[in-house]
């Protein structure tokens, strides 16, 4: 074998990284594993706030050492495999920006009567187009209700001077509204990172949805939704403040250092050693309700506490650090000590009226160090000068060319600036968002104008980053939750075990049967699928990508599919045998006429996954990710390390005993002879029948749209014993809250487990109409069952009680677009399919062909569910379905490919003597493979199905479906169809072909018998 030292090389690396990334996720699991036991009591239950405090203690502290390498817990965490929310528990938001709010606040809130019946129009317009842009729609609106009018007849004013002015055309007006819009976007993604950021071991994603006015954040581990939604929908804080130097603060710090010698001598003489487990619990028992703020106020790390303090000086003062201005400089791992110090209550209480500390945002560049900042407060605690005066901020250069920000303020803003400027020459003033400082620059003369400049050591991105900063305070763009999960951590447990039951359930059947059906051969797939699945996980944690639990399906499946190319080779291989070929050459020819099949059933599927990826939203991005890691990784197994191993088996050539099959497979399904394309008009009426009983059953009954694709509120609710749904349902449906709303209730899991769903109030997308719906479910509930409804994190449900352990919400207007962006895929799958097929087969009727039968396979999945439903089994139609849907497409396209190449290959030796009979013995041909590929895939989904829980319940039903009807379709559609449209010219281009291949190979017998 050729390349056979390179493809050993690669392996060797692939594995090394896969080991050393795994290796890493093990160690860290031990951790997390170790801070479940330090925060369960006697009785079992966790502490979660313990649990957490233990590993922020150790967040930036050496825990692994790996030849002479450490590597701290917050590292580790960096280069884990990490679990997705529906594994581990957690949250997961949608945000919206407001875009309404920002063209008021340009319009300067105008009450013009036209211009407010536009709004609303606009209003209206998006609940139904929301593909198109709210400032589009906002345009059209207002042409609509002014007849054409100018729009700087509203947007002319003194905030906008200089960008709109009354002779602006609507041209124009309408780039400001654009850029104010998309420059909101910006700045409120910028605040909610820095936000986000504070929640340090909870591991936050946070990506802006391109193309549209959302925010994505995923925040696992999060077991406290109501603060994780205050924190994402409060108002931007933006201030100015003065700086203290540390001479005018020194009696202060003076005092301060004196009691802090006091309270650590207290300390010392009570416990000679430090345990910080009991500091930690006593912090923790002690402000149990501390603010938003001081919650998230970045005490994520802890250090040892040492004997750093020389006499006379407290470790407030001996922990401090050189820094590039006056002022006072810490390491990030003790800026928990600091904060401890000042929250203490008996340090607090020595802070003048006027002081108060903040962090500033980021370290010092190039330094691992933070500033503290001494604020200089007014009356009451106020700032001298708040964000709303900013009318505008941009970036600029500075007098040096070096990047700066220029900001606009309006004439109060102005004046009060001056002021400030005015006292603070050769000072520093703090520029402040949310209670962090952003920048702090040196004032060097008194700004007497609304206009002014702010210098320092930034970059282009940095000085962009700090003008969107100063603009949120002018113009607010308030956010709003469209889209929100909640999956409890009781959930995560399950999802765990029911994902590691589905895989090595799957895994064992496939071991078994590939040694049963092909021998030695079986053995070598066997170590492929090991290494392919040990490389999927490997290369997910090497991505940073989490593994979800549809992720997980992407591996069932890929065990299934994975084993495809290997039965390829290995029925080619057999192929070869059975007419007299020695083992050398029959392997060699295997693999090489194996190896255009499977190039095109793995780019079909793989073009399936990115468009799955592309245009997928929440647990699609994970199956896709997976699945085309999964199909890269299978076919680098499959081909090259199982043509290794082989050779390796194979050194004493054609005496070599390899075999690929056993005494109870051999000769299974060779010397087929059925007339499949004789059957091919009954197929079509079969097919017919079902699909037209299934379109009658979906127009009179509809399938049961999942809540991303209607909208709604749904919770999982854990009772303390078996639950009848038809029972809770009826008596929901009977109240009168929920009388007038959709409600749907469902045995989820487990018969103590519901799943209800609601369609109450789900116009208002408001966190309080949130708290009104889920009071009035389990008021509702509780009057139901006699049972108290128990909130927060609870493992274990006691007699008489019941819990949510997870919830979703998803507003009617997402739920448009998920079904949007789930017609998109659907369209952009079949048009990649059919141009692929049309590029490698250069026949447009092996492309129509072919989509004409994904279109059929699509159609018998959806009316496999209507029928089902009319049994009373109703699986739910959502974006997990859709991912299913696609990826039948990709199996369904891989077998027609298969198929499809044989017939090619048969064509240039045969021609058009007998079309339909070459079209037969091409089916008849692959058949073993179809069914041997169908059949561990099948049985592969079935374990699925019965052990992945009720999340993949619909999706591993349609996948049971669709590989049986992708199976006949790529047999009873796909290739008679190609027969059916075009005998004459089908045969003609075969003709073509056979005489192109004729002369191909006489040419090569020539020029071998010329050497």
Known sequence: MKNKNTIVFLTVIITALCLYYL??????????????????????VIDQQKKQSYLDSIWREPVLN?????????????????????LQGGMHVTLEVSPVAIIEGLAGNSKDPQFREALAKADEAHKTNT??????????????????????????????????EFGSTNAEVMKVINEEVDNAIDRAFQILRTRIDRFGTSQPNIQRLQGTGRIQIELPGVDNPQRVRKLLQGVAKLEFWEVYSISEVSPTLSAINDALLKIEAADKTAKPTTDLASELKAESAEGQENSLENELSGDTTNTAEEELATPGQSKFFALMKQGPYEGFYYSLEDTAQINRVLKNPSITRLFPSTLKFLWGVKPVEGTELLELFAIKMGRGGESPLTGEVITDARQSLDQFSRPAVSMQMNAIGAKKWRNITGANIQRRVAIALDNYVYTAPNVNQEIDAGNSQISGNFTIEEAEDLANILKAGSLPAPTKIVEEAVIGPTLGKEAQKQGVTSILAGLAIVVIFMIFYYAKGGIVANVALLF????????????????????????VLTIGMSIDANVLIFERIREEMRNGIPVLQAISSGYQKAYSSIIDANVTTFLTGVILYVLGQGPLKGFAVTLMIGIICSFFSAVFITRVIITYMTKKGNDSKLSFDTPLSKGWLTNVHFDFLGKRRLAYVMSSIVIAIGIVLMATNGLRLGVDFQGGRSYVVNFDEAMTASDIKTSLSGMETFANS?????????????????????????????ATVKAALTDALSQITNKTFVDGTVDNVEAGQFIIGGSSKVSPTIADDIKNSSLESFGLAILAIFFYILIRFRRWQFSLGAIIALIHDSLIVLSAFAIAGLFGINFEVDQVFIGALLTIMGYSINDTVVVFDRIRENLQL?????????????????????????????????????????????????????????????????SPIVVDLSKKTLG?????????????ASAKASATANQ
């Open 66 to 86: 790996i030849l002479g390498a450490e590597f701290t817990y917050q590292e580790i965490k960096e280069y884990e495999l990490n679990l997705g929310l529906d």
């Open 910 to 974: 045969k021609g058009s003597k007998d079309l339909v009979g070459t079209f037969n013995e091409s089916i008849n041909s692959t058949i073993s493979r179809t069914l041997i590929t169908s059949m561990t895939t099948l049985i592969v989904v079935v374990v699925l199905f019965i052990f992945g829980g009720e999340v993949l319940r619909g999706f591993s039903f349609a996948f049971m479906i669709g590989i049986i009807v992708g199976t006949y379709s790529s047999i009873f559609i796909a």
């Open 532 to 555: 392919n699945i040990f490389f999927i996980l490997g290369i997910l944690a090497n991505l940073g990508a989490a593994l979800t639990l549809p992720g997980i399906a992407g591996i």
């Open 742 to 770: 959709g409600i749907e209730v469902k045995t989820y899991n487990t018969p103590n487990m519901l799943k209800i769903t609601t369609s109450y109030m789900i116009e208002d997308e408001s966190v309080e109409a949130d």
């Open 988 to 1000: 003609k281009a075969a003709d073509k072909e056979q005489e192109y291949a004729r002369a191909k």
């Open 23 to 44: 290796g890493i996720t093990f160690f860290s699991r031990g951790i997390q594993q170790d801070a479940v036991n330090y925060a369960k009591n006697e009785a079992g």
């Open 131 to 164: 593909q198109t842009p709210y400032a589009s729609l906002f345009e059209t609106a207002y042409a609509e209700v002014t007849s054409g009018g100018q729009l700087s007849k509203i947007f002319a004013n003194a905030a906008n001077k200089g960008r709109i």
